[in-house]
């Protein structure tokens, strides 16, 4: 599946931005989507996922402020970021696995197969 990530920008702390990746390609309904970051100087680390089923896993350092959802029939998944920190500065990346991730391989990078090209996302304090 070919992934499109956008929506990036430069927030204030305590904003908000939404991210949205678009995917093309193999039946995007029966994958796991998530979104990936990498700040610079620093590893790509797991920020949330979404499974086929909908069941959703998030890092600790974003639940309650960052809220991942899918639209299977426009095959997109959204990112909504509220209550940003500056520790949010990273280049944000959606990506895909075909089929439904088990809770051990749902935050590792190399579970998945697909990559979008990122999206930067600044937040200045």
């Known amino acids: 599946v070919q992934l499109q990530a956008s929506g990036g920008g430069l927030v204030q702390a305590g904003g908000s931005l939404r991210l949205s990746c678009a995917a093309s390609g193999r039946t995007f309904s029966r994958s796991t989507v998530a979104w990936f970051r990498q700040a610079a100087g620093k590893e790509r680390e797991f920020v949330v996922a979404?499974?086929?089923?909908?069941?959703?896993v998030s890092a600790d350092s974003v639940k309650g402020r960052f809220t991942i959802a899918r639209d299977n029939a426009k095959n997109t998944v959204s990112l909504q970021m509220n209550t940003l920190k500056p520790e949010d500065t990273a280049v944000y990346y959606c990506?895909?696995?075909?089929?439904?991730?088990?809770?051990?391989?749902?935050?590792?990078?190399?579970?998945?197969?697909?990559w979008g090209q990122g999206t930067l996302v600044t937040v200045s304090s």
């Open positions: 990506a895909a696995a075909e089929g439904r991730l088990i809770s051990s391989r749902v935050w590792s990078v190399s579970s998945y197969d697909d």
């Open positions: 979404i499974r086929s089923d909908g069941s959703r």
